[in-house]
């Protein structure tokens, strides 16, 4: 037992080699800045804006973010293929957004609506009312959304929106994940 001890001991203190490093760089233009610019107007991020703010497309081949083009915050759509990213029409005023898990639909919250649009164009849906959003998730059979406190869900469909949790004391949801076959 003390030889196999001395043993790790040596091998954990062997110096390794550095694993090497990926970087990529994805250019936004033509929007000026990536900002989800806070989930309420009245709360104000950094630059580069927050965990929200962005998401890879399911074949990886298109970031979606909300940038801000002369001063309107909206979505925007980068193929990696391309050189600049274009504007998602109808998304102005975005706060938070997910993908669907096929990639053609992006919901989001604006204007106090929970609102879903095609990425390959069109006028956008509005689900439903929903107040102060912090967060939103795009599954198969539901999108769930977190109006603060409590978490809610939809059919992407539309219809009545299900209250899926009850107010607790110092419990808040926010920025919402499905797992694969939306059950949890």
Do not use: Y
Not at 7 to 19: A, D, N, S, T, Y
Not at 21 to 30: D, E, I, L, N, Y
Not at 61 to 81: N, S
Not at 123 to 137: F, Y
């Amino acid at each position: 037992l003390l030889a196999g001890l001395a043993v790790g001991m040596v091998l954990w203190r062997l110096p390794r080699e550095p694993q090497p490093v990926t970087q990529a760089r994805v250019g936004v233009s033509p929007a000026a800045e990536l900002s989800a610019g806070g989930m309420h107007p009245t709360v104000v991020l950094p630059a580069g804006g927050a965990r929200t703010a962005l998401a890879w497309s399911p074949d990886g081949r298109t970031l979606a973010f909300i940038g801000v083009q002369d001063g309107v915050r909206q979505i925007f759509l980068r193929d990696l293929a391309g050189d600049s990213a274009r504007a998602l029409a109808g998304t102005e005023v975005v706060r938070a957004f997910a993908l669907s898990p096929d990639g053609s639909e992006a919901a989001f919250w604006a204007d106090g609506a929970i609102r879903k649009v095609k990425l390959a164009g069109g006028p956008p849906v509005k689900l439903c009312d929903a107040g102060t959003v912090n967060g939103i998730a795009f599954g198969t059979s539901r999108i769930v959304f977190v109006e603060a406190p409590l978490l809610f869900e939809i059919s992407p469909a539309g219809g009545e929106r299900r209250q899926l949790t009850q107010w607790q004391e110092l419990v808040r949801h926010s920025v919402p994940a499905l797992l694969p076959g939306d059950k949890a």
